[in-house]
Nanobody, 125 residues
Framework: VKVTESGGGSVQAGGSMRLSCAAS????????MSWIRQAPGKGLEWVSF????????YYADSVEGRFTISGDNANNTLHLQMNNPRADDTAVYYC???????????????????WGQGTQVTVSS
């Protein structure tokens, strides 16, 4: 099982960027997935979740209304569309498979089984 993030880089505040997560070694549409990020000097922060069927999505309050998570089952790829990014969105972004998810509102718990290496996103104002 392997997940690999891409699409990071530098973006202006108010612009847009799309992150991708290529999955291999498993049937993508059967796994729940999340995006998690780590800002400089801070801990891990859950960002967004999508269930294996792609029907249910959840977002942290900090990104609700600006970010959109989606899955492309045909290409085994997870995406995170980042619109109107802000300076405080600067972080390393990771995708991960998620086990035993419990999500409600802007909260989603569970444990992460397979992680990618991360992709750096830097938002400049």
């Amino acid at each position: 099982v392997k997940v690999t993030e891409s699409g990071g880089g530098s973006v202006q505040a108010g612009g847009s960027m799309r992150l991708s997560c290529a999955a291999s070694g498993f049937v993508f549409g059967t796994y729940d997935m999340s995006w998690i990020r780590q800002a400089p000097g801070k801990g891990l922060e859950w960002v967004s979740f999508i269930n294996g069927g792609g029907v249910n999505t959840y977002y942290a309050d900090s990104v609700e209304g600006r970010f959109t998570i989606s899955g492309d089952n045909a290409n085994n790829t997870l995406h995170l569309q980042m619109n109107n990014p802000r300076a405080d969105d600067t972080a390393v972004y990771y995708c991960a498979t998620q086990r035993s998810p419990y999500c409600s509102g802007s909260y989603c718990a569970g444990w992460y089984e397979y992680w990618g290496q991360g992709t750096q996103v830097t938002v400049s104002s």
